[in-house]
């Protein structure tokens, strides 16, 4: 202890380098760390995109595609399948709720997602129900209600009660107006950082009459026998039945249907993700060797600087493995210091930019104590920042007794 | 270092036959040393400063505790014997006054009853009057603590002061 104590005292004599080594060691273990804390977190936000969804059901092709569009609205196109199934998958015994989902068409740009009721009670967006700022979600499936997105209502400024226009297709290229389809903005959802919040919705019949323009007037079938989908949300009773439950699906006669597990298929979008997650680790493994390499490079020019303080030791009778401890013990102060402060540092850093990175980029990042693995990363740090500290330290037992205590003779 | 010629002897043992490691104990366990420049350690304290070779070898320890009873008490005693304020013990060594340090290194010397003191000019950065004060203060410590001082001085006025005392020819410089 005595020794810890002689140790923080004259690194306090030496505050100004080492202030800067510990500041350069804190920028360093925050950028580290916040490479984690990113790609965990934008791994557990992008599963968690929709959670209580057991089954995604489309057409059968690639299920990567399949939830990249049906959930978040990117890609291309999945085939549709008649919206008829909803019967058969809803005959499937552990199915407890079938949602349909179709897709298509936009809004200024956004998606507009035709479902039904259940989306705003089944879905959790980040694990939590989805809530209204304002108005109510789709309530009366015959009328031409709109439920906007907290981005979409954000960014395009409307208000419940307005009227707007609802275009097909992709939004670009030649307009093709619905101007005449009287949509009324019904409610506006709590932003949740998916893509819900950047999307538009409204019931399936009137998606369904969007698309019967075409044929002449807008007028609601009972229950349109043409009615595509793009996907189907299910739910189960059991989540134990979800093999069996896919199976059935996708047995079912003439169907072409697929059932896929969202969290598989983004696991697997996951490990296409691994090359730029990657890239990142190297360069956050980059600045870290700089630091280590500033440590010791800070150890050896104050070396110098102490062959008098050191020579005074070894005269006193301190041995030369005391002042390699000496030596150890400020590189251990520096690095401990430096990763104590680098994670305050990430925490205020997560604190200023959580809504940021939740309104644009769906990420959601909250503070916390490290993980395991930020934990063995930094024992990992600490252990190879005395290991090269080792060096300036053999140099201070090496460094002679020698007549650094007087001045030069005259 | 080694000297060139001749053999230095401590208490029955030549030193150029102990290994490196039982020169160190004996330099730290047996020996106090007070520099003309002092040398304390600027950023520690003053008591921090006394302590070290207490805190370096158990024997020092145990010697100032048996004498006193605690290094606390030991602390007291050597600052009172050497006219240094209570007070000062908190201080930081470069803070002090020239002649304040010189008597904190004595301390440091003195402390856990060393067998053998040496001073090397430990008074020529002082005046004639602090330096026969100080110099009155040293041996009476030494004399007390049953410690030999060996002091090297160009100052042939403070010979007076001691039992044996050897003249160094002036050598041709190299």
């Not at chain 1, 791994?43 to 057409?59: C, E, P, R, W, Y």
Request: aromatic share 8%; net charge neutral.
């Amino acid at each position: 202890m005595v020794w810890l104590r002689i140790a923080f005292f004259s690194a306090l004599a030496r505050k100004g380098g080492l202030l800067i080594m510990v500041l350069s060691t804190a920028i360093s273990v925050a950028i580290l760390l916040g490479v984690f804390k990113i790609r965990d977190d934008t791994k557990t936000s992008f599963s968690n995109a929709i959670s209580g969804v057991d089954l995604v059901v489309g057409a059968k092709g690639s299920p990567t595609e399949l939830i990249l569009y049906s959930v978040f609205h990117i890609g291309r196109a999945t085939n549709t399948i008649a919206a008829s199934y909803e019967k058969s998958l809803m005959a499937i015994k552990p199915v407890a709720w079938v949602v349909p989902v179709q897709l298509g068409d936009s809004f200024r740009g956004y998606p507009v997602v035709g479902t039904s009721i259940e989306f705003f009670t089944r879905i959790k967006a980040q694990g939590r129900h989805l809530e209204l700022s304002e108005g109510k979600a789709l309530t009366d499936p015959t009328l031409f209600e709109v439920v906007l997105g907290a981005n979409v209502a954000k960014n395009t400024q409307l208000k419940r009660g307005e009227q707007i226009a609802i275009t097909h297709g992709s939004g670009t290229g030649p307009k093709q107006d619905h101007s005449n389809s009287p949509f009324r903005v019904a409610g506006i959802l709590k932003p949740n950082g998916t893509p819900i919040d950047n999307a538009v919705f409204i019931s399936t019949n009137a998606f369904d009459a969007l698309h019967d323009i075409e044929e002449g007037g807008i007028q609601f079938a009972k229950l349109n026998p043409d009615s595509q989908v793009s996907a189907f949300y299910v739910g189960l009773k059991d989540r134990g039945g979800v093999f069996s439950v896919r199976r059935q699906i996708d047995a079912l006669p003439n169907a072409g249907l697929m059932g896929v597990m969202p969290g598989v298929a983004l696991d697997d979008l996951w490990s296409t993700m691994e090359v730029a997650e990657n890239a990142l680790l190297i360069i956050s493994l980059g600045v870290l060797i700089t630091t280590i390499l500033g440590i010791t490079a800070t150890l050896l020019v104050s070396l110098e600087n102490r062959r008098r303080e050191l020579a005074i030791f070894r005269a006193i009778g301190a041995k030369p493995y005391q002042l390699l401890r000496l030596v150890l013990f400020e590189a251990l102060l520096i690095s401990l210091i430096g990763i104590a402060l680098g994670w305050l540092l990430l925490q205020i850093a997560i604190l200023l930019s959580a809504d940021y990175f939740r309104t644009s980029w769906g990420v959601v990042t909250s503070i916390g104590l490290p993980t395991t693995h930020d934990l063995m990363s930094l024992l990992a740090l600490v252990i190879v920042v005395l290991l090269c500290a080792c060096i300036p330290a053999i140099k201070a037992y090496r460094m002679a007794l020698n007549e650094e205590l007087n001045p030069p003779s005259t | 270092m080694p000297p060139k010629r001749g053999e230095i002897w401590i208490h029955g043992e030549r030193l150029q036959d102990l290994s490196r490691s039982a020169v160190d104990r004996l330099r730290g366990e047996e020996m106090g040393f007070i520099f003309q420049q002092f040398n304390l350690i600027p950023y520690l304290s003053v008591a921090d400063n006394i302590l070290l070779p207490t805190h370096l070898y158990p024997e020092r320890r145990q010697a100032a505790i048996a004498e006193f009873g605690s290094l606390d008490l030991a602390l007291t005693h050597l600052l009172q014997r050497l006219g240094l304020a209570a007070e000062l013990l908190t201080q930081a060594a470069h803070q002090l006054s020239i002649g304040q340090q010189q008597r904190v290194a004595a301390a440091r010397a003195f402390i856990g009853r060393p067998s053998i003191v040496i001073a090397d000019e430990p008074t020529s950065a002082l005046d004639w009057k602090n330096q026969t004060q100080l110099m009155d203060l040293f041996l009476s410590l030494a004399h007390e603590q049953r410690t030999a001082l060996v002091m090297v001085s160009h100052d042939e006025r403070l010979s007076e002061h001691f039992d044996e005392r050897m003249t160094l020819a002036q050598k041709v410089a190299v």
